[in-house]
C-alpha cells in the first residue's frame, strides 16, 4: 500500500471504531441528512459526521451554516477543506461520509451486515488491503508439500 491507502485505511478504521463504540454518535438529523457539527444536532458528546471529525471546531460550524445540505462533493465546500483532508481524495471522502450517513449501515452494536459489505466494497475499491509479513522463523519452520495429482 502507499502512503495515501495506508492513510485511508486508518482513517476508515478509526471512522468504524469511533461510531461502533458509540451509534448515537453519528450526526443524523433523520435518515438522509447529518451536520458536521455534534452540537448543531444537540450532541455535544459527538465530533461530528465523518468528515466533521476531521475539522476544526469552528469549521464544522461554518459548514453547517454555509452548506448545511451538502457534501464533499460540492465543490465549494471541498475545496474550503484543509489541505490534508483534501488530500484523501473527494471520492473517498464521499464514500466515507455515506458509511457514516446511511442508517442501515449501523446497528446498536456498530456495523451492520449491510455496513460491513459497505466497509468491504470501500476496502476494495481503494484497495486498502492491509499487508502481512510471515515472520522468518514461520518460514524456515514450515515445510511445504505438494500433492502430484494423477
Known sequence: MNELQKKQLA??????????????????????TCRYLGESLDKPHSDGCAV???????????????FPDKTVHYKPLFNLLPQ??????????????????????????GLSKDGLIRKDVIMSKYKLVEEFEIPKEVIDSTEITFIKKD
Request: charged share 25%; net charge negative.
Open 11 to 32: 482513517l476508515l478504521k478509526d471512522t468504524i471504531a469511533y461510531y461502533s463504540a458509540d451509534t448515537t454518535k453519528r450526526c443524523m438529523i433523520n435518515t438522509s
Open 52 to 66: 466533521g471529525r476531521l475539522l476544526t471546531p469552528e469549521l464544522r460550524l461554518q459548514f453547517d451554516r454555509m
Open 84 to 109: 490534508e483532508v483534501q488530500a484523501y481524495g473527494v471520492d473517498f471522502l464521499g464514500d466515507l461520509q455515506n458509511l457514516h450517513d446511511f442508517s442501515s449501515y449501523w446497528d446498536e452494536n
